[in-house]
């Protein structure tokens, strides 16, 4: 299963609108709050012009991208982490992704209503935030006082664990704090983990702007820079207009309009990419005159939990990988020749698989 980022917002800032041309899923992208109940889920391709190289020397029957899937959520309004707009059911959805991806409106349009009357990013960054923090730390205080009490009466490790992984969360989310910024021991983390608290996952910023805004940024897309430098996270601008004209388009006409616009690619490619680098993965690749085939791993992965990835039989199994890389391919021309110059490894069990490996299983079940 693809992990998933969820894109977040208040309504009528674009979410959907990207949502349809990443996914051409045409989710509704009418001009009225809470058009969208229903998350919208798409499972997109990462593009990505290695997979695409290998398959023209290796010259395979199929080709087959890696994947991710985006869920376009519902806008938030404030006091969606007291009911207020249907607000318990969309941070329900919000819970379940790997990450989110916050798109902030940076354009003005008078026909396009703003939920808070007006264009101004900093206050709409800080009621989603603050509403996932709010729904955060009403999570840790229902679960303070059972925790405190066990916590007093045992030497379970794994209790104490959990009430002072509580305790450093209470403090940071009363202060403000994002769960995500709180230092936790490994065990910690684990009894974390179970709170499956909203602010603890990774924030890419989407800055959607109109096509001026794209090419020099304005002061709404300066303000959000500014602040994703202070919470040490990543922004991205994105033109959902543009991205959605660019969609409808067949692959020359794009390759044109891209080209007429000085863009190499899609913002949407972008904000694809973007979104892999923050839930920290990797792609690896697999290459025969069957099929070419990339594969999404977590970086840093050894290579019997790369290999569990095509089948738990190939990880259970695991006796060795054949492993090059993709550069050498492209340098030589062939796997023979890569060969040839001695670049064909034989990787045991504690091989890291670097991105752009090209690899080959061999195991026994």
């Known amino acids: 299963m693809p992990l998933n980022c969820g894109i977040v917002g208040l309504p009528n800032v674009g ?12 989710a509704p992208a009418a001009n009225y709050p809470f058009c969208t109940i229903d998350p919208n889920v798409g499972i997109v391709p990462v593009p990505d012009a290695r997979l695409d ?9 199929r080709t087959v991208p890696t994947t991710m899937e985006f869920i376009d959520i519902a806008g938030l309004v404030e006091g969606a982490s007291k009911g207020e707009g249907l607000g318990n059911q969309f941070l329900g959805h919000i819970r379940s992704t790997d990450a989110i991806v ?55 490790a794994k209790i104490k664990n959990e009430f002072e992984a509580l305790k450093k969360l209470k403090e940071a989310l009363d202060a403000g704090r994002p769960a ?3 230092e936790l021991s ?20 989407v800055a959607n702007v109109d096509e001026a805004g794209l090419k020099n940024g304005n002061q709404w897309v300066a303000a959000v820079e500014k602040r994703a430098v202070e919470e040490n996270a990543e922004v991205i601008r994105i033109c959902g207009a543009m991205e959605s004209e660019i969609a409808l388009l067949d692959p020359a006409e794009r ?13 949407l490619n972008r904000l694809i990419h973007s979104a892999y680098k923050l839930l920290g993965l990797s792609t690896y690749f697999t290459a025969g005159v069957q099929e070419v085939r990339a594969w999404t791993i977590p970086t840093g992965a050894k290579a019997p939990q790369a ?45 890291t698989v670097k991105d752009g490996d090209i690899l080959f299983f061999k195991f026994n079940v």
């Open 180 to 182: 995500r910024t709180v």
């Open 307 to 351: 290999a569990g990835v095509i089948h738990s039989d190939f990880e259970r199994g695991f006796i060795r990988a054949d492993a090059y890389h993709c550069e050498h391919l492209f340098t030589l021309g062939s796997e023979q020749a890569v060969k040839e110059k001695g670049l064909l490894r034989s990787e045991g069990k504690e091989y």
């Open 186 to 205: 490994e065990e910690e983390q684990a009894a974390a983990r179970e709170l499956f608290l909203i602010t603890a996952k990774p924030v890419l910023y």
């Open 53 to 61: 190289r290998i398959t023209q020397f290796v010259k395979p029957n």
């Open 102 to 156: 916050h798109v902030v409106r940076c354009f003005e349009d008078h026909n396009v209503i703003h939920v808070a009357g007006g264009v101004n990013p900093m206050h709409d960054i800080d009621i989603i935030n603050t509403e996932l923090l709010l729904a955060d730390l009403d999570s840790v205080e229902k679960r303070w006082a059972k925790s405190e009490k066990a916590a007093r009466n045992t030497q379970d």
């Open 255 to 267: 390759a044109e309009f891209l080209a007429e616009l000085g863009l190499e690619e899609p913002g």
């Open 15 to 26: 979410k959907s609108t990207i949502f349809n041309a990443l996914t051409a899923a045409e």
